[in-house]
């Protein structure tokens, strides 16, 4: 607290991003993270950029990145936003299409970040609480508001809505944005993308973060009607002019190009995570159904605290969330590799006997 500070500073509740810990040899399955690392093909870019063009600004309209997006989901180029990563992306898409009289609504048990930004830009916001299956109900958003969020799959829990729900959402909101979060979605969750055209009023964001393994990147991105996406370039525009550096957008388009390396990890990842639900269920664990790459599970018999603490004194990070009371039994636990996942099991058979 200082005299010194804005008005809006001393109201501040900021995020708390996962534990990124300073050690080596931890089975770290925190924060979502790939367990491969990226295409050799972006390390190749990367290097490439290392060049005396770096005394030169980045191109401020990043099309060659843009570019390579759209093609990615055959969009136009003015159907796409990037960013300095999702967050920031999402930052503007609050400040920009999220901020009106009536309450922006999203799920109780969601992305924390999203009642931040609120915060950060005076957004009014009601939660809807998530059904008791810890799904979202569609019919729960049906009611005035000025724009919906939330992600699919939902984080921390997983689970995914279907493109039909979606588009019922779309129809009944059509005067305010319908924002999906699609961060997680290349792990075997349908993606809306394919709505765009169809309906002015969605946005889909993503990331290069999740998926294509370059969360120490910072590339994010956003799909929509080119309105909401001019929006969101104004604001922009006022903020940042260069928010995507020569690595960034180097490393970015390489990445978006590599098709079959992304699908082969995202494959690896799905598989890995198939095998550890059931073996994990086996232990006597009840773990949600996830179209992600990260389950949510707890145990009848051992509280989430525990676990979590008892896996960190065996050198395995796991995401414990103390509230909402709802899930402060569940532990967030990302896929890693297969070798990792064998550590785990091992270590909680260990603490289960
Ligand atoms: C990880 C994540 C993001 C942010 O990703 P960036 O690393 O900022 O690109 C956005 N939304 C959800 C739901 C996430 O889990």
């Known amino acids: 607290m200082s005299k010194y500070w804005?008005?809006?500073?001393?109201?501040?509740?900021p995020y708390v991003p996962g534990e990124q810990p300073k050690l080596n040899n931890l089975v770290k399955l925190n924060t979502n993270e790939n367990p491969y690392g990226p295409s050799p093909r972006v390390i190749e870019a990367l290097k490439a950029e290392a060049a005396d063009t770096l005394r030169l600004y980045p191109d401020p309209?990043?099309?060659?990145?843009?570019?390579?997006?759209?093609?990615?989901?055959?969009?136009?180029?003015?159907?796409?936003?990037?960013?300095?990563?999702?967050?920031?992306?999402?930052?503007?898409?609050?400040?920009?299409?999220?901020k009106h009289d009536k309450p922006l609504?999203?799920?109780?048990?969601?992305?924390?970040?999203?009642?931040?930004?609120?915060?950060?830009?005076?957004?009014?916001?009601?939660?809807?609480?998530?059904?008791?299956?810890?799904?979202?109900n569609i019919a729960d958003y049906e009611k005035p508001n000025g724009g919906i969020i939330f992600p699919n799959p939902n984080a921390p829990t997983g689970i995914p809505l279907t493109l039909a729900q979606i588009e019922r959402l779309l129809q009944n909101n059509s005067d305010s944005v319908v924002?999906?979060?699609?961060?997680?979605?290349?792990?075997?969750?349908?993606?809306?993308?394919?709505?765009?055209?169809?309906?002015?009023?969605?946005?889909?964001?993503?990331?290069?973060?999740?998926?294509?393994?370059?969360a120490g990147l910072r590339v994010g991105y956003a799909l929509g009607s080119p309105d909401l996406i001019e929006a969101l370039i104004r604001v922009k525009d006022s903020f940042n002019s260069y928010p995507i550096d020569r690595f960034a957008s180097a490393g970015a388009i390489a990445a978006m190009q590599d098709i079959e390396y992304f699908e082969k990890t995202c494959r690896q990842v799905m598989a890995t995570r198939d095998d550890l639900v059931k073996k994990m269920r086996a232990l006597g664990f009840n773990v949600l159904p996830s179209g992600a790459n990260f389950i949510f599970?707890?145990?009848?018999?051992?509280?989430?605290l525990e676990?979590?603490?008892?896996?960190?004194?065996?050198?395995i990070?796991?995401?414990?969330?103390?509230?909402?009371?709802?899930?402060?039994q569940y532990m967030r636990i990302t896929i890693g590799t297969d070798a990792q996942s064998v550590a785990l099991l091992r270590a909680l058979a260990e603490i289960l006997s």
């Not at 599970?297 to 989430?304: L, T, V």
């Open 6 to 13: 804005s008005d809006v500073v001393h109201k501040l509740t």
């Open 61 to 98: 309209n990043s099309d060659a990145l843009k570019a390579a997006i759209a093609e990615t989901y055959h969009l136009n180029a003015n159907q796409v936003f990037v960013g300095n990563g999702s967050d920031e992306v999402l930052a503007h898409v609050f400040q920009a299409l999220l």
């Open 105 to 136: 609504l999203f799920p109780d048990i969601t992305y924390s970040f999203y009642p931040v930004y609120c915060g950060l830009y005076g957004i009014d916001y009601q939660t809807i609480p998530l059904a008791e299956d810890f799904s979202i």
């Open 179 to 214: 924002v999906v979060d699609e961060a997680y979605v290349d792990f075997g969750t349908e993606s809306a993308v394919g709505l765009i055209d169809q309906y002015p009023n969605l946005l889909v964001t993503h990331t290069l973060s999740k998926a294509r393994s370059l």
């Open 297 to 304: 599970a707890r145990h009848k018999k051992h509280s989430g």
């Open 307 to 315: 676990l979590t603490e008892k896996l960190r004194e065996r050198s």
């Open 317 to 328: 990070i796991v995401r414990h969330f103390k509230s909402p009371e709802r899930i402060s």
